[in-house]
């Protein structure tokens, strides 16, 4: 299939954010859109293993929801296993007062995406790859439309152009200038814990008999290791009889830089080092990784960019105020915002963003004037729509970043002797496990936490 001359919507990326929006705008009937995303084949990594309520009830609207389902495990909780014992820090089931889906869904995100791309596929919609596009400009016969320009040369005129693109986007109408932590702190390498992770799907031999339906945490003070079995036969590599594993651990600064894709043997010596046989203390033989299915390292950083919505700038006048407005750029996913995988919060977010995003889309092609001579105040309000649903988005998006921030703090406090006022020994990390261990005794607590990482609150 070749690439039309223009479109209503152009969606770069069809990453798990792209697709959901090319699903969405699809449901509202608007059918002049166009995906386009460089990979040959979509969903070839892993990534993301949780959907979390919220975002099955987004993806529900779309119908979306039971095809994901099936692929899918049901998770009831998050265990948290210690020297000291086991304690549920989560439980999922009482969100069933708030939704018709009260557990996580455990799938890996390649998993994810090839059912989404299964659905696009039978719903007809134009997904074109590789097409890997390079800039974006306003359009020469009418500013209020914008041409996107492609890696071979060709172009595409679009109303509007909306970037899923993930965290290294080329759509963004602003220099990464406006691309920072929303707190002001640097992205550079700290002597933080948790600044570097290390994530990997493995088979393993001699793994701890817990329940598959919970989410595995192995914590001790000076470390947090998730041990989770993922459904069905995620890899076609891996024998089907053998269950895969999710691991994924902090890398301490003292333990070097991990490569990029940590291999068995580098693994092995993290189960060795951090594995829930040591820091448990376990009677059981040596933890084995027998076999890789696919693994990255992970430095954690946040940044959000300072708006989801703009128009493109058609060049300054000399006093450096922008000259006329060009056509609407809208970021969603991780070319909007990206922070730690700590709880499982990114994918969602951008699949709520675009699932959200269809309606304002819809409103804004339904009143935008072709007509180049529109007004700034015909320009505000038919932009309308889409600047609430940027604002909106944006404060979801920092409360997301705020609330992965906090799990990172409370993960990563110092286990060590510290002062209170000077006279009162204590240790933070062991102060922290004593109360959660203690707190999450009650089911109102452990739903308290299952209601904010569900995303139900901030949907
Ligand atoms: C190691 C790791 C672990 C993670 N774990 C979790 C987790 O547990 N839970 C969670 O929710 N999230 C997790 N995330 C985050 C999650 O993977 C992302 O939030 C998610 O992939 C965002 O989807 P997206 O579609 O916005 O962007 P992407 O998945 O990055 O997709 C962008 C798409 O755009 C295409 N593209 C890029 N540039 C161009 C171009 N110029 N032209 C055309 N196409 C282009 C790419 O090929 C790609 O298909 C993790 C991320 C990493 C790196």
């Known amino acids: 299939m070749s690439l039309p001359q223009s479109v209503d919507v152009l969606i770069v990326g069809a990453g798990p954010t792209g697709l959901c929006l090319a699903l969405a705008l699809h449901k509202h009937n608007c059918n002049t859109v166009l995906a386009v995303d460089c990979a040959e084949q ?257 430095r954690t950083r946040s940044s959000i960019a300072d708006t989801f919505f703009a128009r493109l700038p058609t060049g300054t006048n000399p006093d450096g105020t922008p000259l006329r407005q060009g056509g609407p750029i809208v970021l969603v996913g991780d070319a909007a915002h990206i922070h730690p995988p700590i709880g499982g919060q990114g994918m969602n977010l951008g699949i709520r963003d675009a699932i959200k995003l269809a309606p304002a889309l819809i409103e804004f092609l339904r009143t935008a004037p072709a007509n180049p001579t529109a007004t700034h105040a015909q320009q505000d309000l038919v932009d309308a729509p889409l600047q609430q649903w940027a604002e909106e988005r944006h404060g979801r998006a920092l409360s997301v970043i705020r609330f992965v921030k906090g799990m990172e703090e409370l993960m990563t406090l110092p286990s060590g002797r510290r002062w209170f006022l000077g006279i009162a020994p204590y240790n933070p990390a062991w102060v922290r496990d004593v109360f959660m261990g203690f707190m999450c005794r009650f089911t109102w607590w452990r739903a308290r936490t299952a209601w904010r990482v569900s995303g139900l609150g901030n949907p």
């Not at 014992?85 to 889906?101: N, Q």
């Not at 088979?203 to 290791?225: H, Q, R, Y």
């Not at 068995?264 to 594995?275: H, P, R």
């Open 42 to 298: 979509g969903g070839n990594t892993s990534r993301a293993i949780a959907i979390h309520a919220a975002t099955l009830e987004a993806l529900d609207s779309i119908g979306c929801a039971q095809d994901i389902m099936q692929e899918a495990r049901k998770i009831s909780g998050q265990n948290m296993h210690s020297k000291r014992g086991t304690v549920e820090t989560a439980t999922f089931g009482p969100l069933a007062r708030y939704s018709k889906f009260p557990f996580v869904a455990s799938i890996p995100q390649h998993v994810t995406e090839r059912v989404l791309g299964e659905v696009v596929q039978d719903r007809g919609i134009r997904v074109l790859r590789p097409y890997r596009v390079t800039c974006v400009r306003p359009s020469a016969e009418n500013p209020n439309l914008t041409d996107v320009i492609f890696e071979d040369g060709q172009s595409v005129q679009a109303r509007v152009v909306v970037g899923a693109d993930g965290s290294h986007s080329t759509v963004s109408p602003r220099e990464r200038s406006d691309w920072a932590d929303p707190d002001g702190e640097p992205n550079d390498e700290q002597e933080n814990m948790a600044m570097q992770l290390v994530i990997a799907d493995v088979t393993l031999e001699n793994a701890p008999d817990w329940p598959l339906g919970k989410m595995n945490l192995a914590v001790s003070t000076d470390n947090i290791f998730l041990l989770a079995a993922l459904p069905g036969q995620p890899y076609s590599q891996i024998p089907a009889d053998q269950l895969v594993y999710r691991v994924a651990t902090n890398v301490p600064p003292s333990f070097g830089v991990p490569p990029h894709a940590p291999d068995t043997d580098y693994l092995q010596k993290v189960f060795d080092a951090w594995g829930p046989k040591v820091t448990l203390g376990l009677d059981s033989p040596r933890i084995i990784v027998k076999q890789t299915a696919w693994s990255s390292r992970y």
